[in-house]
């Protein structure tokens, strides 16, 4: 192959090289090659193997994806293999090495620029006429490298549409801020204050395409940030923020305006915050809810957006990371017919999710459940949910208070702040209601000095609440690339700090996250719960006092079978399910060595 100067990639000649190196049989190559024509004439010829859906004829017989193919391809001929990722690809800058009419004729694709070289990608290795071409222009030596064909051609097309979309936006306002939404702003004279259509379709594909991506990789939250400069976008993927835009300011308040309008929010309003909600779909048709919030900041509108995924509703507890006795603790609790359970836990500890799940479960036509909410995070057809209306005094104590009337059988208090909204939930338990709510406390025993706290009395505490359920949420290792390792003297060390204080016995083995193409080179794909679960026993009620210790409490409910959040963490990595950096990071520590 390496003779076919300034020749295209041919079908037989990979076709003959997978024979060579036995990815597939010869009758699969000869069915590929006789079959060849039902695909367009200009159609590459790694996707005409990869869309025959084989298996690899070598163990483990994975299948040959177009991503697989590539990457062996570029292997076998001593090509640098590159994965083209939109999410650390700078669009604004790669776009203006060359024009997009030059990079369609000869379906290259620029990824990286830098003041020593420009990276372009190419899914055609013996075509090399156009660096001699483009050298002289840029100035600059070109790094070659080898791409998966369909993603070539399918930024080709959406980086520069969007570069294209962003600097005609741009080219609208210089200057867009106003005195109201940035303190610090510079007034430039001959520079236009005008401030450009929300709905102008250039901002309409730029917020399109925002949203595509982020559903694409799996973020939760989407941040569009004001700067003095310059706008950022940041996506939160598996609990972690990651920066993958920045945008002139101009379009990042167009961007913020457009989102306004489609949440039905006011646009003018840019001084107090804001709270909307949106609909949408996915580009595979899956409905998709974004709860919007706005915040003013220094340099204007700082917007997120929280992705609701409605699939969350349906899964089962053991895909939300409950173990066997988590499941039996926590069922334990919500059979009862009446009393409270809680739920702790830190903002984005998953807390909403469990109770959704479980109010999913415990909705049967028999059943009226019924919620207050601030604000409501999804709407759910099962049940009747009711959200605080700060502004009319319509809170959480007034919305309980409402909700009793209502003959309901199961209600769910969005939070518990503050002694009124406690003293409702009480009085619900007391008459015959299951509550279910959330508090802010780092674990489960410490939810019971906080009600103390609030100023509800032992004896209520004791008759109405059936247990509290701690909970974090801890990055899942990649099922495709974790590896299984001999815990470093580091590890072995922070092992035997997570588990020593707790006396717990539990079976070493470490799991090293090592990142692939299915987890974006992350290491990790998804995330589970680690839970730390406590039931309101006889022995415990008895701590229960005016002068009640914190540790006396915790060490009761240790003894009758709680697992800490450590411990259940440390099983999970044992399981090879999460790494030991991430329960480290994310599970408190013990709060009483004495353990």
């Not at 079908?11 to 003959?16: A, K, S, T, V």
């Not at 177009?66 to 990722?85: P, S, V």
């Not at 294209?164 to 109201?180: D, E, G, L, T």
Request: proline share 6%; hydrophobic share 40%.
């Amino acid at each position: 192959m390496a003779s076919q100067a300034e020749q295209r990639l041919q079908l037989r000649d990979i076709l003959h090289l997978l024979r060579e190196d036995r990815l597939i049989t010869h009758e699969e190559a000869e069915t590929v090659y006789k079959e060849r024509f039902q695909y367009k004439a200009d159609a590459h010829p790694l996707i005409q193997i990869a869309e025959r859906q084989l298996k690899s004829a070598q163990p483990p017989h994975k299948l040959l994806h177009l991503e697989m193919l590539t990457e062996w391809l570029a292997g076998r001929l001593g090509l640098e293999y590159f994965h083209i990722d939109p999410l650390r690809i700078n669009f604004s800058t790669v776009t203006e090495v060359m024009t997009s009419a030059y990079a369609a004729r000869l379906q290259v694709l620029p990824v990286q620029v830098s003041q020593q070289e420009v990276v372009i990608a190419s899914a055609e290795p013996f075509l090399r006429q156009w660096e001699h071409e483009l050298q002289p222009i840029l100035r600059r030596p070109i790094r070659r490298v080898f791409a998966n064909p369909a993603d070539i051609e399918r930024f080709q097309v959406e980086f520069f549409n969007l570069a294209r979309s962003v600097k005609n936006a741009n080219s609208k306002a210089n200057q867009q801020n106003s005195p109201i939404s940035n303190f610090e702003q510079l007034v430039e004279l001959s520079k236009t204050n005008r401030q450009f259509d929300a709905n102008e379709q250039h901002i309409v594909s730029i917020v399109d395409w925002l949203w595509q991506y982020a559903f694409e990789q799996r973020a939760s939250d989407i941040h569009v940030e004001p700067r003095r400069d310059i706008g950022i976008v940041r996506f939160r993927i598996d609990g972690v923020l990651h920066q993958v835009y920045q945008l002139p300011m101009s379009v990042i308040n167009a961007m913020t305006s457009r989102i306004k309008i489609l949440g039905r929010m006011d646009v003018v309003e840019k001084r107090r915050p804001q709270d909307g909600r949106i609909k949408t779909r996915t580009p595979a048709g899956l409905e998709i809810e974004l709860r919007l919030s706005t915040l003013p900041t220094a340099f204007g509108e700082k917007l997120v957006m929280r992705i609701f995924d409605p699939d969350v509703l349906v899964r089962s507890f053991a895909e939300l990371g409950f173990t066997d006795d988590d499941l039996a603790r926590w069922q334990h609790m919500t059979k009862q017919p009446n009393g409270i359970i809680l739920v702790t836990g830190p903002t984005g500890s998953g807390k909403t999710t469990t109770l959704y799940s479980t109010l999913k479960h415990l909705a049967t036509p028999e059943v009226n459940v019924c919620t207050i909410e601030d604000p409501i995070e999804m709407v759910e057809g099962a049940f009747n949910q009711m959200q605080v209306q700060a502004g009319i005094d319509l809170g959480f104590a007034d919305g309980v208070r409402a909700l009793l009337r209502q003959d309901p059988d199961i209600i769910m208090i969005g939070e518990i702040r503050d002694l009124e909204t406690a003293e409702m939930a009480i009085q619900a338990a007391l008459t015959g209601h299951l509550v279910l709510s959330t508090l802010h406390t780092n674990d489960a025993p410490s939810a019971i000095t906080r009600m103390l706290d609030l100023g509800v009395p032992p004896y209520l505490l004791n008759a109405t609440v059936l247990g509290v359920m701690a909970q974090r949420l801890v990055r899942t290792l990649c099922p495709h690339c974790k590896r299984a390792a001999e815990p470093t003297e580091e590890e072995a060390e922070a092992w035997k700090r997570l588990v020593a204080p707790f006396k717990a016995n539990v079976p070493r083995q470490i799991h090293h996250p090592v990142g692939c193409l299915e987890c974006r080179k992350t290491g990790y794909s998804g995330r589970m719960g680690i839970y730390e679960t406590a039931l309101m026993s006889p022995a415990l009620a008895r701590l229960i006092h005016n002068n009640t210790e914190l540790a006396a409490v915790r060490q009761q409910a240790m003894r009758e079978d709680m697992k800490p959040l450590r411990i259940s963490g440390a099983l999970k990595v044992a399981k090879g399910q999460t790494s030991l950096d991430e329960v480290l990071r994310t599970a408190p520590p013990a709060q009483d060595e004495s353990l």
